[in-house]
């Protein structure tokens, strides 16, 4: 199994800022995933982070809005850039090993 | 394309059994998944299928028919704790999740 450690678990940001969500893993995985989930909705892929390559954004996300660090195979952050009220949601880290997807507890962005 | 489908809601009574569907399609198939995710938490992992048949690990069990893109999720003795959402998540050929909408369950007493 794998655990999954996410700073900061919330925050509450003003519109315009940019936060940068962490996620630590314990051990060394080769694919990361970003997802997001927006109140009510069913989780949706941001991007795939493999260390060592630019991450894959998938439609509708681009790199400018959501930059992504993959700097070792334990290590990721995800930053949302200039913030809006349409960021709020649950930013949860995952990775697969063994197979198996885990995820992080998830960090919970409120923008006033 | 890819897609998942499964009942957006289902109401059960506690002490019941429930059966959550799910049909699926994907690029590639490499197993699918259950999660239990209870509101304003991250998901947790229930079960993966990726040979058909039933898979049971104490009031939950899963089902898996590969050829007909079918899963379905089965909980006995149902408990009040047990309402959540359940979500059905296909991994395609590139090992990422297509997930559906969610199921949400209601248990009443």
């Known amino acids: 199994s794998a655990v999954i450690s996410q700073k900061p678990s919330r925050d509450i940001c003003q519109r315009g800022t940019s936060l940068t969500i962490q996620c630590q893993v314990d051990s060394q995985v080769t694919m990361m995933f970003w997802y997001r989930q927006q109140p009510g909705q069913s989780l949706t892929l941001i991007a795939t982070a493999n260390q060592g390559s630019e991450a894959t954004y998938e439609s509708g996300f681009v790199i400018d809005k959501f930059p992504i660090s993959r700097p070792n195979l334990t290590f990721s952050t995800l930053t949302v850039s200039n913030m809006s009220p349409e960021d709020s949601s649950i930013y949860l880290c995952s990775v697969v090993l063994g197979g198996w997807q885990f995820f992080g507890p998830g960090t919970r962005l409120t923008v006033l | 394309g890819q897609n998942i489908d499964q009942p957006t809601e289902m109401t059960a009574t506690e002490g019941a059994i429930v059966q959550i569907n799910c049909t699926y399609q994907t690029s590639g198939f490499n197993g699918l998944f259950w999660y239990q995710q209870h509101a304003g938490e991250a998901p947790t992992f229930l079960s993966y299928?990726?040979l058909d048949g039933l898979e049971e690990k104490g009031r939950f069990s899963s089902f898996l028919s590969r050829s007909k893109g079918y899963s379905y999720l089965l909980l006995k003795e149902l408990q009040m704790k047990d309402s959540a959402s359940y979500l059905c998540?296909?991994?395609?050929?590139?090992?990422?999740?297509?997930w559906g909408a969610g199921t949400k369950l209601i248990i009443k007493p």
């Open positions: 299928n990726v």
């Open positions: 998540a296909g991994m395609d050929s590139n090992y990422q999740l297509i």
